[in-house]
């Protein structure tokens, strides 16, 4: 994903580490994920938070995390990780939206895993800091890729699953179908690129 960091101030948030996986914990070793095997993303993290190799890293986790649809318990216990991780950057970072995206739609198709009760406290409350952090960065001048991409986490974060994997998924000529099939765009409306409200 193109621009993947802007040093966007964040809002302050706190995600409780104690509701997080601990880094320590057993079952690291043995949770699966995109390729419905064991991952382990706890060198990742470690790469992130010195900053070293971050577009390797990410290249790495969008491979592990996610597969042609497929998700695991290591993909839904990453993210509490990769939020944390990111907002003490306190930068936005493209790629961490986008894979939450990605994994937060995924976990709903029947044949990946539901999130263990043990994982939910954390998961969620990384959910809520999205949201505040996709708010946050509406602030910013943005590309209109960067705008789908922060209305699809706000409509997950919101519980509009479908709206949000709507806008993730579509590419830019279909929408320009979507709206010219609904709504005869072309013959009603303007097309200039310049459209701001504000």
């Known amino acids: ?14 995600l409780p580490p104690a509701s ?3 880094l320590d914990d057993l079952r690291w070793k043995t949770m699966t994920a995109g390729h ?13 938070e010195r900053n070293e190799n971050t577009a390797a890293v990410w290249s790495e986790l969008w491979d592990e995390l996610h597969h042609q ?8 216990a990453a993210i509490p990780h990769l939020v944390r991780i990111v907002e003490a950057q306190g930068a936005i970072n493209w ?18 895993p539901r999130i263990p009760s043990w994982l939910q406290e954390s998961y969620t ?20 890729w960067q705008v789908r991409v922060l209305l699809g ?34 013959k009603l409306y303007t097309n200039s690129v310049n459209s701001r409200a504000v």
């Open 1 to 14: 994903m193109k621009n993947s960091q802007s040093n966007w101030a964040l809002v302050s948030t706190y």
């Open 20 to 22: 997080m996986l601990p």
């Open 36 to 48: 419905q095997k064991t991952y382990d993303p706890r060198p990742a993290f470690g790469w992130l």
């Open 69 to 76: 649809g497929v998700v695991g318990d290591a993909s839904y």
């Open 95 to 112: 790629n961490l939206f986008g894979i939450v995206c990605t994994i937060e739609v995924e976990r709903h198709r029947h044949t990946n």
């Open 125 to 144: 409350e990384a959910w809520k800091i999205l949201n505040r952090m996709a708010r946050t960065a509406f602030e910013q001048p943005l590309e209109t």
């Open 153 to 186: 986490i706000l409509a997950l974060a919101n519980g509009d699953l479908k709206l949000g994997a709507l806008v993730i998924h579509s590419a830019a000529f279909e929408v320009d179908s979507l709206v010219e099939e609904h709504f005869a765009w072309s």
